[in-house]
């Protein structure tokens, strides 16, 4: 090969873009619907919907010391900083909250509000 380099010689022909074949295309929406599934992300998004509805309800000292921290099989957790603060959301705040939150997000199903008091990690 008389003027041809090296790089000529091992040089691969360009890539021409393919379309799938219609047996292994998948609609992207499909795609992440799987995905979404598979990774857990729909219970996320799911919780995140509701702890949002439940900071848009409380206000002052009961945003400050209440904190949503799970949403499962309809029940809202709250960890709140006192068994004060949890007698008194239990006692007077509970049925107005759960019917904010429910009003707030009429797609979910909203059971019950569940409080329980934060815990503290031994120092070591």
């Known amino acids: 090969m008389r003027g041809a380099s090296?790089?000529?010689?091992?040089?691969?022909?360009?890539?021409?873009?393919?379309?799938?074949?219609?047996?292994?295309?998948?609609?992207?929406?499909?795609?992440?619907a799987k995905q979404i599934h598979e990774l857990g992300l729909a219970e996320k998004f799911r919780a995140i919907e509701v702890f949002a509805a439940y900071r848009s309800l409380t206000a002052g000292d009961i945003a400050s010391q209440s904190t949503p921290v799970r949403f499962k099989n309809g029940e809202l957790e709250l960890v709140v900083a006192s068994a004060t603060l949890l007698h008194e959301l239990r006692h007077f705040h509970q049925d107005r909250l759960l019917k904010g939150v429910r009003a707030l997000v009429p797609n979910r199903e909203i059971r019950a509000l569940k409080f329980r008091i934060a815990t503290t990690e031994p120092s070591a």
């Open 6 to 32: 090296l790089d000529d010689a091992n040089a691969q022909p360009p890539m021409t873009p393919t379309r799938p074949t219609s047996a292994s295309w998948v609609p992207l929406r499909e795609s992440l």
